[in-house]
């Protein structure tokens, strides 16, 4: 098989950059996270390219444009040690991954239409919704006032994304919407710890806990993606509607 599609070979190297990005960042080591945080976006985004090119569509092109602006976003955070303005550029470039993220569930959406009454993902919002605003009104005034609105777009750009992928219920197969819902939220919680860590109570566990929900959400919102193009009826629907 080609190495590049190779799910066994691409997950062990996730998973080991993601363990040394871990390590790099309990132990300050500076070097150690450069190797290894850029590696983790890398390497996922090239298996999911080579897994699905042969039917990329606007979905996974804009899963893949997410993955980018989340490298672009890792690579940033890596020198806000050096600079507090990369922190910023950071945050943009998480909210474009985000956008793109939420783009791509709602096109979902829109494509396969309303199959039944949306009680459970109006349930799910709802709640995304609830959190979103109060963690918000919690963490904004311990917020630099410089800062404050972009912080604020951003959190309501990552409950966009959390609300598209509540709506992909029953407009996709069940293991797609679970995985890339609980990608979602493990998305949420990797940022609200985030948050905390930098702007409310610095806690220690923020060294290991912020990398490794992010790389479980981006690993969920990849693997549901393909679950969702590469399934077979999804195939042939596909090819009938081409023909």
């Known amino acids: 098989m080609d190495p590049r599609r190779n799910s066994a070979l691409n997950l062990g190297l996730y998973a080991l950059a993601t363990a040394g990005t871990i390590i790099g960042e309990m132990s300050d080591s500076h070097g150690l996270v ?10 996922l985004s090239s298996w999911f390219y ?13 899963i893949q444009a997410g993955l980018f602006f989340s490298l672009v976003g ?25 956008l793109c993220y939420a783009i791509a ?16 993902p109006l349930l799910i919002s709802s709640l995304l919704i609830a959190y979103g605003y109060f963690f918000a009104a919690r963490l904004l005034p311990a917020v630099e006032e410089t800062i404050q609105i972009p912080v604020g ?16 219920f029953a407009r996709t197969y069940l293991r797609s919407f679970l995985l890339v819902l609980g990608g979602a939220l493990f998305f949420i919680l990797s ?8 702007f409310i109570w610095p806690f220690e566990a923020a060294t290991w806990s912020v990398i490794l929900t992010y790389a479980i959400a981006q690993f969920l919102i990849v693997l549901g993606t393909m679950a969702h193009v590469l399934d077979p009826d999804e195939i042939r629907r596909r090819a009938a509607l081409s023909t």
């Open 74 to 98: 890792d690579v940033a955070l890596m020198f806000q040690h050096l600079d507090d303005f990369n922190f910023l550029i950071g945050l943009g470039a998480f909210l474009l991954a985000q």
């Open 34 to 43: 450069y190797a290894c945080k850029p590696l983790m976006m890398l390497v």
């Open 105 to 120: 569930f709602l096109h979902n959406v829109v494509e396969i239409g309303a199959l039944r009454p949306p009680w459970l």
């Open 153 to 168: 777009i951003y959190a309501v750009a990552i409950t966009l994304m959390g609300v598209g992928a509540a709506f992909r």
């Open 191 to 198: 940022d609200s710890l985030l948050a905390v860590n930098r």
């Open 50 to 62: 080579f897994r699905t090119r042969r039917y990329g569509d606007r979905f996974t092109l804009l």
